[in-house]
């Protein structure tokens, strides 16, 4: 007669599955300190060095800089229209793996005039960056996040409302014009959700491989729909009448449209941030437009019914 295994998890049965993975971890321990045996060089020295952003004050230019190379680098000069300029690194010229540093060049550049900089290392490897249009870079103060937030009002509170207040006039209309307005409503955020996909997959490109871009993507999108299974899994559990369930289905519809309006956010800042003011005015009104189509998405499920304010 066989003996049926047990399903209790014992102390003994935690060491029998932790003893592989530490065997594991040896064997890669012992390739990484060993090279497998092969003693290879690389043939010129790898050194990546990403620009992360620039920043101009008056008489100086700042430049923060990540060393994504396998090895650490040094910065060993700065060139600035051809010219040697004098620099400092904080916190330390050699940089090492992964970390950050910022060179600061005292250099007296001029309003709306073009840059172009180059970057040496140690083992003379140039990296460029260039300055279209110099202007002293807006610091964060209290003006700027009232403006802010009046353009988030703007972008992402006031069009939903509008589209919201276009209940009425929707309780008057056939099932088909209803029907219309939701495929064409679908159909914009559809397209903007395969543009979406498109341009973070072409900056994927762009980050330090390091940073692994496409995992990232996968990763923001697997946990934003994570979050909304969890919402709408939590709101279908309500108990109530039909009218309470369409509620909670506007309630998730405004969730996501909420997370979405975050990134719309997100992309403006990024092009005032960097000086693209016709771009992000261009932005700015182009969300208004599209976000009056996401209040007809809140109050579709809710259209047979009367909501109260509360």
Do not use: C
């Not at 550049?109 to 460029?128: C, H, Q, V």
């Not at 939701?182 to 762009?206: C, H, P, Q, S, W």
């Amino acid at each position: 007669m066989t003996q049926s295994p047990s399903n209790r998890f014992t102390f003994r049965t935690f060491i029998l599955l932790l003893i592989p993975i530490i065997l594991l971890v040896g064997v890669i321990v012992l390739f990484l300190s060993t090279g497998g045996g092969l003693n290879l060089d690389s043939a010129a020295p790898v050194e990546n060095l990403d620009i992360e952003r620039y920043v101009l004050k008056q008489g100086s230019i700042e430049l923060q800089v990540r060393n994504t190379s396998p090895e650490e680098i040094t910065i060993a000069q700065v060139i600035v229209n051809d010219a040697v300029m004098p620099f400092e690194v904080y916190p330390d010229a050699v940089v090492p793996r992964l970390e950050r540093a910022t060179i600061t060049i005292a250099y007296p550049w001029s309003y709306g005039e073009a840059y172009g900089l180059i970057i040496f290392t140690g083992n003379a490897i140039p990296f460029t960056v260039d300055i279209p249009v110099a202007f002293e870079t807006p610091q964060p103060d209290t003006a700027t996040f009232w403006g802010f937030t009046l353009i988030g009002l703007y972008v992402g509170v006031i069009p939903v409302f509008l589209g919201i207040f276009w209940f009425p006039a929707l309780r008057q209309m056939g099932r088909r014009t209803m029907t219309f307005l939701m495929a064409a409503t679908a159909g914009l955020l559809v397209f903007l959700g395969l543009d979406t996909v498109a341009e973070a997959l072409e900056f994927a490109g762009k980050i330090p491989s390091s940073f692994q871009g496409i995992g990232l993507i996968g990763i923001g999108g697997v946990a934003t729909f994570l979050l909304l299974e969890a919402i709408s899994k939590r709101q279908s559990e309500i108990t109530g009448n039909e009218a309470d369930k369409r509620l909670a289905i506007a309630f998730v519809i405004a969730v996501g449209i909420g997370i979405h309006n975050l990134g719309e956010g997100l992309a403006i800042g990024a092009a005032y941030n960097v000086g693209e003011i016709a771009l992000g005015t261009f932005l700015v009104v182009g969300f208004i437009i599209q976000n009056i189509t996401e209040g007809l998405g809140i109050i579709a499920p809710v259209l047979r019914d009367r909501p109260g304010v509360g």
